[in-house]
């Protein structure tokens, strides 16, 4: 069974710098999927990046980066420019890429993050 | 409306009661999930529908049910749940292909007194 792990149950950083949020996960697979998930207060769950494990570029979407690792099984996701509306509950998230096309997700327990004005 | 659905937001129920939730997506997928959200636990996966046929049962008690009767819609009987049921039950959906991204609804957030 695939596991996720986020070390650090909560983040604290000043609005407009930098923060990275730690992920690790251990799988026997080689294709797999991961995620990023944003819950903010509202509990809606959105989607802030992705990445196919087969690529070795870092995904980006705009604000949000990607540093993946495959070989460690590291997963960081770093927020520039942090903004007020990014304090939220983080979750990194894994899904095989074997079962088809209708996997669930594997999360890990979450980052709080705090943006400090 | 757009998106997934989820009613009601928020119910409480007795350990004796029988509820469902129910899901309505909005995007044309054809899976569907049911994740549950507890305080002190991360998400756990509970069901998936893939084109209405359940693929997957995470070791749920029977206490919940689930029942897809079409790929828009997707609900969660329950009956004689326990104190420890209560959490934010999410639905999800997504097209079954490739790496396509889940769609999660609001949530209903349950309560068993």
């Known amino acids: 069974a695939q596991t996720v792990t986020q070390s650090q149950p909560e983040m604290s950083v000043q609005e407009a710098e930098t923060v990275t949020l730690s992920c690790t996960y251990d799988?026997?697979?080689?294709?797999?999927?991961l995620f990023w998930y944003k819950q903010p207060p509202s509990r809606q769950m959105i989607l802030v990046i992705r990445?196919?494990?087969?690529?070795?570029q870092n995904a980006t979407e705009n604000r949000f980066s990607v540093n993946f690792q495959k070989a460690a099984k590291s997963f960081s996701l770093k927020i520039s420019d942090s903004q007020l509306g990014d304090a939220a509950m983080y979750f990194c998230?894994?899904?095989?890429?074997?079962?088809?096309?209708?996997?669930?997700?594997?999360f890990g327990k979450g980052t709080h993050l705090i943006i400090q004005p | 409306e757009t998106g997934v659905t989820q009613t009601p937001r928020h119910l409480v129920m007795g350990m004796t009661n029988k509820k469902s939730l129910k899901c309505e997506q909005h995007l044309g997928h054809n899976a569907m999930y049911w994740y549950k959200q507890s305080a002190k636990k991360p998400l756990e996966l509970m069901f998936v529908?893939?084109?209405?046929?359940?693929?997957e049962n995470n070791s749920v008690p029977s206490r919940f049910s689930p029942e897809c009767p079409n790929s828009s819609h997707l609900f969660l009987h329950l009956h004689t749940l326990q104190p420890e049921d209560s959490a934010l039950y999410l639905c999800?959906?997504?097209?079954?292909?490739?790496?396509?991204?889940?769609?999660f609804g609001p949530g209903t957030r349950l309560l068993v007194l």
């Open positions: 799988t026997s697979e080689s294709d797999y999927y």
């Open positions: 998230a894994y899904r095989s890429a074997s079962g088809g096309g209708a996997d669930g997700l594997t």
């Open positions: 529908y893939n084109f209405k046929e359940q693929t």
């Open positions: 990445q196919e494990a087969y690529k070795q």
């Open positions: 999800a959906s997504s097209q079954v292909k490739g790496w396509e991204t889940q769609y």
